[in-house]
Each structure stands twice: as C-alpha cells, then as structure tokens.
C-alpha cells in the first residue's frame, strides 16, 4: 500500500525545529486547557530522546509565564530502559523530570513510566496493568512520538506487529549504536527495553509524530512514502487518520510527494 491521501494532508512542515516544536506544544496547550474547561483530564502519551526536547522547553515556557497549568494532566511515557534505575542519569525517568516535570505542576501520582527496576518475571504483568491503566483513563488522547533510525515508534523495531501491546523488547543494533553517545559506551547500553506496542499507540485519539534534522529525512521518506511493512514499523501509521506528521525542512527534504 503507498502513501493515501488522508496521509499528505496530515504532513505539516516548518522551516526549522524550533518553529516545528512550538506548534507541537501549542497544540498540546489548546488540548490541555480544552479538557479543562470541559472539567476533564487530558491523557497525554509522551516521548523522550532529543527530538521532544524544545517540544518541553516550549510547554514549561507556557506554564512559566502564560498560566499552562499540568494540575489536569495524566502522562504515560511511551518506553524505557530494561534493566534501568529510575535515578540513573540516562532512565527515561530522570529525562522527563529534568526536561519537563520537575518544571511544571503536574502530580506526581498522574505521571506514568514502564518500571525498569523489575524482575523478568514481575514485567509481563506489569505490562499488562500498563495497558489497563490507559484503558482505564479512557485511553490516551493524544500519543506525541520521534521516530528512530530503524523506523522504530516507541521502541516497536523492525518486526513489530500490529496488534502489539506493552511488552519488554530487544533493542535494535542501530538504536544501541544511536545510544552510545548517552551511554558512553556500547556495553553501557541496556539491550532491552519496555516499550508501548504499535496497537497501544495506534488507539490514541490523536497521535503527533515529530522528526527533526537530516538524520531522519531517509527514515521519514520509507516512513511516509514506503510500503507499509514490519520492517520499518512507522510505516503502520500510514493506515490511521488521526495522525498527523510535523517534520522540519531537513526532515522532510528526501519526501517526493
Ligand atoms: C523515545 C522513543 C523513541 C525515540 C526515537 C528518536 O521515548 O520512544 O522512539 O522517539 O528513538 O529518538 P531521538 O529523538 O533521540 O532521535
């Protein structure tokens, strides 16, 4: 299957990744405050890695002087690292309160991330009470993504089927190499990961994919105008009306379409 129509519409692209996040945290902002004053809480899906970052800067910027307020905000990372220390400088935990929660008024009681902590036979089932709490929230609203080297979304690499959920993974070799600069070294660097499945993030009401830089515009091009396949996972979302693509110029360079 190639690129549908619904598709092109959706692609947003901006002159550069400032300007791209910033209309990322706007939209978030307006969903927030939407929720609010129909008294209900937003159910936020959220990334890490260097792609979200000015996406965060942006929202604490609203928060800080624009009266944003996270006190309605429920969030459920998409991944983290297996085995991983919460207070390890490189846990997606650390990364979410130094880049976005320790700036902003959200309760800690509504902020969810998978447990890298636990014993291999505690995390199927902490998967599963992962999915059930999404469920449970009414499911997410909206589910922000990057995108890897590999076409992976979350942590979904190349082979990851459709109506995966939450689930512990082995990490590609691309995505420990991309890793290495965090880790400082390959073996550093955790081999698996818990992550949300390609079903989990394709039931969120709305999902917003962010790719910055050259460095995404071949993933971006197979992501967007390659056949929908396993091998590069975020080819799925090509499939769903309710995702929107905001890229950069150099992202989206190698689109044709
Ligand atoms: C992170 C995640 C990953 C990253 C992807 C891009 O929570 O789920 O899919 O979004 O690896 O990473 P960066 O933004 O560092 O290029």
Redesign the pocket.
Known sequence: MSLNNQVEKTVKVYPNNESASIYVAQRIALLINQKKIQGEKLILG????????LVYRELIRLHRYEGLSFRHVVTF???EYYPMQPVDEQS?SAFMNANLFDHVDILSENIHIPNGTLSMEQVEAHCDLYEKKIKDFGGLDLQL??????G?????EPGSELHSATRLVTLNDI?IE?AIMDFGSRERVPKQAI?MGIKTITQAKEIIL????Q??AEIIHQALEGMISAGVPATYLQQFKNVEYVLDQEAASRLTR
């Open positions: 959220l990334a890490t890695g260097s792609t979200p970052k990372n998409l991944d997606y993504l990057g995108i890897g080297r590999t992976h979304i979350g942590f979904n995505t991309d992550t962010l790719a910055l830089s460095r995404k």
